[in-house]
Nanobody, 124 residues
Framework: QVRLVESGGGSVQAGGSLRLSCAAS????????LGWFRRAPGKEREFIAA????????DYTDSVKGRFTVSRDRTKNTLYLQMNSLKPEDTAVYYC?????????????????WGQGTQVTVSS
């Protein structure tokens, strides 16, 4: 059974930082591209960042470039998202996901497995 568990969310003031983690079990995590998405209240799920299977290629949505960093530890089956200079508009539930279907890393349809999400709240 595949399981993805996010952690590290919380409440911070604008300008603060958080580091999200996503621990995986039940699949060959290191073989897949991985991604982070978020869903803010009243909005659709949004692509945030992706990292390829080897960890040497990353992709970000424009709104987080220069502030967020995606990384992975293949030995620990864990995905990370370092979030700096947080803004109130970053408030959302953040999800990690495993891309098993190929295609664009920014499209949710490429991802078969999803975590349950972790809440990030940024106050002004």
């Amino acid at each position: 059974q595949v399981r993805l568990v996010e952690s590290g969310g919380g409440s911070v003031q604008a300008g603060g930082s958080l580091r999200l983690s996503c621990a995986a079990s039940g699949l060959a995590f290191s073989a897949y591209h991985l991604g982070w998405f978020r869903r803010a209240p009243g909005k659709e799920r949004e692509f945030i960042a992706a990292i390829n299977w080897s960890g040497d290629k990353m992709d970000y949505t424009d709104s987080v470039k220069g502030r967020f960093t995606v990384s992975r530890d293949r030995t620990k089956n864990t995905l990370y998202l370092q979030m700096n200079s947080l803004k109130p508009e970053d408030t959302a539930v953040y999800y990690c996901a495993v891309n098993t279907r190929g295609g664009s890393s920014a499209q949710p349809i490429a991802y078969q497995y999803w975590g349950q999400g972790t809440q990030v709240t940024v106050s002004s």
